[in-house]
């Protein structure tokens, strides 16, 4: 059974820093590419960034592309969203998604991950 648990979330405020974690059991995670996704309360889910299978390539949004960093450590099966200078705007329940290999097909697509965890609340005030 695949497996995706998100931790790290919380209550911030702005300009503060969070790093979540996504825990992948289930699957040969270094097969996997990962992605970060997220839904603040009555917007669509977005996506944040991706990180390909061997975490060489990664790929952001632009609003967040200077703010976070994506990483993975294959070893604990693990893959990671740094985020600095957290702004109230990025208030949003963060998923994390696991597709074969690549980012590619575009990453931003949910539908080109099949595997999801149920999410993590992070809340930015101002």
């Known amino acids: 059974q695949v497996r995706l648990v998100e931790s790290g979330g919380g209550l911030v405020q702005k300009a503060a820093s969070l790093r979540l974690s996504c825990k992948v059991s289930g699957l040969t995670f270094d097969d996997y590419a990962v992605g970060w996704f997220r839904q603040a309360p009555g917007k669509e889910r977005e996506a944040v960034s991706c990180?390909?299978?061997?975490?060489?390539?990664?790929f952001y949004e632009d609003s967040v592309r200077s703010r976070f960093t994506i990483s993975r450590h294959n070893t604990n099966n693990t893959a990671y969203l740094q985020m600095d200078s957290l702004k109230s705007e990025d208030t949003a329940m963060y998923y994390c998604a696991a597709r074969r290999y690549d980012c590619s097909g575009p990453w931003y697509h949910s539908d080109q991950y099949p595997y999801w965890g149920q999410g993590t609340q992070v809340t930015v005030s101002s």
């Open positions: 990180i390909n299978w061997s975490g060489y390539i990664v």
